[in-house]
């Protein structure tokens, strides 16, 4: 038995998230992989990824991980994958990895993008992956908030009430914004980069970052979450479609 | 009676083009417009694109008129269609036009963008709106053919031929090339403008400028193309879904 990796991609609208569900009508990424990872290897074969993602969720850099026998070379294993996997998910690359390795615990960092345009009516070719938001917030007050979001903090506050998590501590290495020029329309980009995300936790950021820009809230606000878990003081948790899961990073 | 014009954003995929079929099997933008437009004025109006779309093919500043005898504010209309309509095809502007206004013959210049993207492997979250090529072209061949394209030339080679068009002389103002930075990977855009497009006609420009970029075809092809109307130099016609329709401009 090797451990191999994969780098995946996927388009999250028609699935519902990457874990495997008990009820079978549900599409997930896990289970799409498995099943074309049984016909491959001739036997169920156990596959995890870097980190759930939820039901909408999309991903360019998702990296998941399961052990094999196989006379297949690694780097052909992507091929041997996308023979057999539906279009809304790709293998971009594959290969061995350290018989310790694990795509989930080995996970050191990790990179998300939420798109958002700033539209009075919807862009029909936007709407897939990038939530629209009406009226200009200010950029400035946003970009504030990020910068106070940055570092180890007590991120409680930013998640799902019922995350089962044991510590609610994270450290967001960069909260970055950026109006991206587009063919359809300006997009604003916001990438976050932390050592682990609570449920929810990043929509739950945009949403607050939303807020503050809109005056909705205020850096006050976002103090108080930060130092006292104050959910009252976060904003709305933002739509699935807009959240993308650019990168995961391992050590060495 | 009044002529009112409506600005469109359309997401081609689901749509089997612009114009109303005779199968109403097929789901069409017009048809879909004029289902609205029955609803909003209590009878049967014809709504006149700028031009026909083909099926698959995108817009995002597709122009119609109409004649209309209602009490709505022009700028409502936007509003009014937009309740009616499914959330792939939306009125991004609406208002009162002179009345010889006809969409389709007012119409100059149009502009469409092409989307492309190099890669080995599919990108799901490119592949909507983007058409995939293998390898890298060799984007200065292909400036210069773009630039042999530009001005008054018969493009009758470029265009497919059951084309009924009663002359084969166009103009293209401008065929640009830009590579844009995008967060899901780089993509080339090819922006073409001119003031009349032959069925099939951008698509058959991009696929020649690829052609040349690949060197399966040469600078002298694209003139053969171009003087002889020799169809056997032009390139494939590239597949609809990487075509937008950018914008319509009028006179005035």
Redesign the interface.
Known sequence: MSVYYLVL???GTAFNGWQAQRRATLRTVQETLEGAAAEIFHTKTKITASGRTDAGV?A?GQVCSFSARTTIPPEKL?ECF?ALLP??????ESGRAAENFDACRSAKRKTY?Y?LYFSR?????K???CVRVSGTPDFEKMLAAAKMLEGEHDFKAFCAADSSAKTTVRTLYAVRMER??????EEL?IYVTGNGFLYNMVRTVVGTLLDVGFSGRSLADVERALSAGDRAAVGRTMPAKGL?L?SVEYEG
């Open positions: 991609a996927y388009d999309h360019l992507a996308n279009a809304d998910v790709r293998v971009l993008a798109s009516r919807e862009n029909p070719l709407e897939r992956y991206e020029r587009c063919f359809t329309g980009r993308c650019l």
